[in-house]
T-cell receptor, first 116, second 114 residues
């Protein structure tokens, strides 16, 4: 089954404790992206990646890191989480930006992070 | 910078009626893509429909159609014959000319009344 898999689905942790949210897709997609969803703000793009070893900042990258060492994986790293990073996070992927901007994104089921 | 505006935080519609969800956008790029996604209460994001900036005709997908007015920079979603399962959050999104950055609106919560 074609899917984007995020782990964990839920996490409660404390300020300053490094964490990683994993994202993996099995569709051989080149483009991957991370978003955070907050009430009243919709989804905001954190980082995106056009292909392996190519990443760039979205609109709200502060406090986050990403890496793209393999095509299928795009982990989101919070080196020193703070309470304002409490949010619902989505990973998404799409086929290839070189095919045009008509490629819809496939989303994971989301990760709900609570930073105390 | 590109921007998506959804001015209706919440809407109600009677079952079997049609409903229009508004979306306006702002960009200086001549080439862009517009998307609508549905987010049910279960949380997943579901792609509904796409419209390209150079497409001459309005996009349609089953009961979903996109009323694209390029001069007014609007891309409204029309749902015909609403069903109870249409109750959800709906997000309008735009992909920029580089095909890389994606901007979402704040969403509209639609509730279908029996």
């Amino acid at each position: 089954e074609a899917q984007v898999t995020q782990n964990p689905r839920y996490l409660i942790t404390v300020t300053g404790k490094k964490l990683t949210v994993t994202c993996s897709q099995n569709m051989n997609h080149e483009y991957m992206s991370w978003y955070r969803q907050d009430p009243g703000l919709g989804l905001r793009q954190i980082y995106y990646s056009m292909n392996v070893e190519v990443t760039d900042k979205g609109d709200v990258p502060e406090g986050y890191k990403v890496s793209r060492k393999e095509k299928r994986n795009f982990p989101l790293i919070l080196e020193s989480p703070s309470p304002n990073q409490t949010s619902l996070y989505f990973c998404a992927s799409s086929l290839s930006v070189t095919l045009g901007h008509n490629q819809p994104q496939h989303f994971g089921d989301g990760t709900r992070l609570s930073i105390l | 910078a590109q921007k998506i505006t959804q001015t209706q935080p919440g809407m109600f519609v009677q079952e079997k009626e049609a409903v229009t969800l508004d979306c306006t956008y702002d960009t200086s790029d001549p080439s862009y893509g517009l998307f609508w996604y549905k987010q049910p209460s279960s949380g997943e994001m579901i792609f509904l429909i796409y419209q390209g900036s150079y497409d001459q005709q309005n996009a349609t997908e089953g009961r979903y159609s996109l009323n694209f007015q390029k001069a007014r920079k609007s891309a409204n979603l029309v749902i015909s014959a609403s069903q109870l399962g249409d109750s959800a959050m709906y997000f309008c999104a735009m992909r920029d000319a580089s095909y890389q950055k994606v901007t979402f609106g704040t969403g509209t919560k639609l509730q279908v009344i029996p």
